[in-house]
Every structure is written in C-alpha cells, then in structure tokens.
C-alpha cells in the first residue's frame, strides 16, 4: 500500500494520504502555488499529479522509463521528469514533450531541477557519468560542464546557484548562468574516523590522501540563510553556512549528525549505578547514555542528556564514541542510497 503522506510539520500531524501508485512512489515534488503534488514510479509506468488538498488525480500519464527526479517550474505550468536516457517536460494542458538530448542521449539523469530568476526557462540536470547539463526555453541541451568526478547523484538549483553532490563527499557550486564553476565545498568527515577524538574544527578540514569519504546522497539549499544541508551515504547530515562562496574555505558548518548505515541489532541502555552486588560499583558512563550495534560493523555510544556528556565532539550532539568493529570501511556505507538519489549506472549507461 504505496503512498505520498503530507504532513503539517508545526504541528507534527498528518495532513493527508495519497494512494494511487501499486509499487512505490520514487519521487515526489511541490508546485510552487502549493496545488500540485507530482510522483512517479518505473513499474507503475505512470506519473500522477494530484490536486493534494482534494485528494484527486488531475492528470496522469504514462511513463516507461526509469523516473529518478521531478522539478516544477516557477509558474506551476509544467515539470520535468529524469531518469534513464530520460529527460521529459510534461504541460499540464498539452501532452508531454522530451527533451532533445543530442549527443547525451544514452546517459542517465540522476536528477533535475528548473530554474528560477533570470534563468527560469532553463532545465539543469546531471548524469550518472558526472555532466552538470542545461537545456534552454525550447528544450534543446544547451550546454554541459564536467563535474570531474566518478560519479554525480543529486543537485540544488536556486537563483543563484548551483550546487551538484558527487562521490567520495563532493559538493561543486556553479552559476545557473553561465555554468561557470565557483567552488568545491568542504568534505564530511573521513570513513572510520575516530569521532571522539574530533574536538577541533580544524581537524575536519585537514584532508588525509589515503581517506575515503561517504558519497554526496542528497542536496537542499535554503537562500534565505544561505545554507546548503547534505545527506551522505553513511547516514550523515550536515549542514553548511556558505554565505560567502567566494572563498569556500570560510564555509563554516552549522550542524552535522551520524547514525548507523545499516539496521540496528541490539541497543542497550546503560544503568544508573554499576551492576555489582549491594551498589558498590560507580557508574562509568554519565546518566542518559545507551549502546548501539549495527550490521554495519560498529558498535555506537550515544548520550542524549546534552548537560552531562563525556565529551564534547564536533561532528554529533549525542554520538560519543564509534567502535568500529573491523577494517572494512564498506560496511559503513549505504550503497543502495545511491540508487534511490538516482546514482545508479545499471541500465545500459555509456558514459562519455
């Protein structure tokens, strides 16, 4: 029983329920009038757009390909589809169009989005292969840029800027306008870093050649705070202040969180008191703390009383230690996240 839930999240209710699609929604996109709600699934083979507030279908359509990402435009007059050698515009008062995609036509499209301001009659994508694309107001691919990285999976289009999430923890800012690059974002931390010992904000900038880090998930940008949050494929978030772009150095983050990758076996909440006979055994851990263990190959301490942590990290509020249980660093990864996002390469991809 696939559905889209709206929720009303001041209030933390659920506004409505949307059941339509038989297999799962992959992905779902907003208007900007607020009417709209458009998703889309492969083995449905349809794309719905829903009047949300009156829980109706207004229109519908058939779709055969692979569907990774839905963007509206800015008047509400249309939308575009991505996904595998798949790049459509669909009119809610004429019949879907697709994009002419010349030379890129057998790359995958992990993602799209319209623009805005001055650039509102362009459509920006990305392929699996690492291309930042751009088709103009009649739907031709304009121009590319090489995002120089194995692999591309998500970006965030706004009046101002561009930011695509790649691989190995990339995030490049571009100009909508001119495509012109602007800068590489700051890295999340390394996989297997020992988090209790990260205290220092330097220590995140220091890059070691040998680290490997999470790839880029997922991409949002608010333009009001200029902050630009990530999501990694080691179920990490961060969100970074990128006021001034001009030197990313000076990008400062705000807020990050960690969490297993995997499926949580066991969680054990530690006592007040030691276990020993009578009380006589002090507590080694402050109040509020709890263990985690994960198929992800670590066992995780977790404290959620912020007045008596053990100490201070800059990565969580209330992750205090990971063990990691062995070596392997792929176990920390989510690999199917990838493919959700829309970095996938199966499909029959060529890269360029």
Same mark, same amino acid.
Request: aromatic letters at 10%; proline letters at 3%; one cysteine or more.
């Given at each position: /029983?696939?559905?889209?839930?709206?929720?009303?999240?001041?209030?933390?209710?659920?506004? +409505?329920?949307?059941?339509?699609?038989?297999?799962?929604?992959?992905?779902?996109?907003?208007?900007?009038?607020?009417?709209?709600?458009?998703?889309?699934?492969?083995?449905? /083979? /349809?794309?719905?757009?829903?009047?949300?507030?009156?829980?109706?279908?207004?229109?519908?359509?058939?779709?055969?390909?692979k569907?990774?990402?839905?963007?509206?435009?800015d008047?509400?007059?249309?939308?575009?589809?991505?996904?595998?050698r798949?790049?459509?515009?669909?009119?809610?008062?004429?019949?879907?169009?697709?994009?002419?995609?010349?030379?890129?036509?057998?790359?995958?499209?992990?993602?799209?989005?319209?623009?805005?301001?001055?650039?509102?009659? @362009?459509?920006?994508?990305?392929t699996s292969s690492?291309?930042?694309c751009?088709?103009?107001?009649?739907?031709l691919?304009?121009?590319?840029?090489?995002?120089?990285?194995? $692999?591309?999976?998500?970006?965030?289009?706004?009046?101002?800027?561009?930011?695509?999430?790649?691989?190995?923890?990339?995030?490049?800012?571009?100009?909508?306008? @001119?495509?012109?690059?602007?800068? +590489?974002?700051?890295?999340?931390?390394?996989?297997?870093?020992?988090i209790?010992? /990260?205290?220092?904000?330097?220590q995140?900038?220091?890059?070691?050649?040998?680290?490997?880090?999470?790839?880029?998930?997922?991409? +949002?940008?608010?333009?009001?705070?200029?902050?630009?949050s990530?999501?990694?494929?080691?179920?990490?978030?961060?969100?970074?202040?990128?006021?001034d772009?001009?030197?990313?150095?000076?990008?400062?983050?705000?807020?990050?969180?960690?969490?297993?990758?995997?499926c949580?076996w066991?969680?054990?909440?530690?006592?007040?008191?030691?276990?020993?006979?009578?009380?006589?055994?002090?507590?080694?851990l402050?109040?509020?703390s709890?263990? @985690?263990?994960?198929?992800?190959?670590?066992?995780?301490?977790?404290?959620?009383d912020?007045?008596?942590?053990?100490?201070?990290?800059?990565l969580?509020?209330?992750? $205090?230690?990971?063990?990691y249980?062995?070596?392997?660093?792929?176990?920390?990864?989510?690999?199917?996240?990838?493919?959700? @996002?829309?970095?996938?390469?199966?499909?029959?991809?060529?890269?360029?």
């Open positions: /029983m696939p559905a889209v839930r709206i929720w009303d999240v001041s209030e933390r209710v659920q506004v +409505t329920e949307l059941q339509e699609h038989k297999y799962g929604v992959a992905c779902v996109a907003f208007s900007p009038n607020g009417k709209y709600i458009s998703v889309g699934y492969q083995h449905d /083979m /349809m794309v719905n757009v829903w009047n949300w507030k009156k829980n109706v279908v207004v229109a519908a359509n058939k779709v055969s390909s569907v990774t990402a839905v963007s509206f435009s008047d509400s007059s249309y939308f575009v589809t991505a996904g595998n798949h790049v459509k515009f669909w009119y809610l008062d004429h019949s879907h169009t697709q994009g002419l995609l010349g030379e890129l036509r057998n790359n995958f499209f992990s993602d799209v989005g319209v623009g805005g301001g001055r650039q509102a009659s @362009s459509t920006f994508c990305i690492g291309l930042l751009e088709f103009n107001d009649r739907r691919l304009d121009k590319w840029v090489e995002l120089r990285t194995s $692999q591309a999976t998500c970006l965030s289009v706004t009046d101002e800027l561009i930011f695509c999430g790649c691989s190995d923890g990339t995030v490049r800012a571009f100009s909508p306008v @001119s495509l012109h690059f602007l800068c +590489t974002l700051p890295r999340p931390h390394c996989l297997g870093a020992d209790a010992s /990260m205290v220092e904000a330097s995140l900038f220091s890059c070691r050649s040998e680290a490997r880090y999470p790839d880029t998930v997922a991409v +949002t940008y608010d333009p009001t705070n200029r902050w630009l990530c999501v990694y494929n080691d179920h990490s978030v961060y969100v970074w202040d990128v006021r772009l001009r030197d990313p150095r000076r990008a400062g983050k705000l807020y990050s969180a960690l969490y297993h990758s995997s949580v066991s969680l054990e909440v530690y006592p007040e008191r030691g276990r020993g006979g009578g009380g006589g055994h002090e507590a080694r402050p109040s509020g709890f263990l @985690s263990c994960s198929s992800d190959n670590t066992i995780r301490l977790w404290n959620i912020g007045h008596n942590v053990i100490n201070k990290n800059i969580s509020h209330d992750l $205090q230690k990971v063990i249980v062995d070596d392997n660093i792929n176990s920390l990864l989510d690999t199917e996240s990838a493919t959700v @996002s829309g970095g996938n390469t199966e499909g029959g991809v060529i890269g360029l």
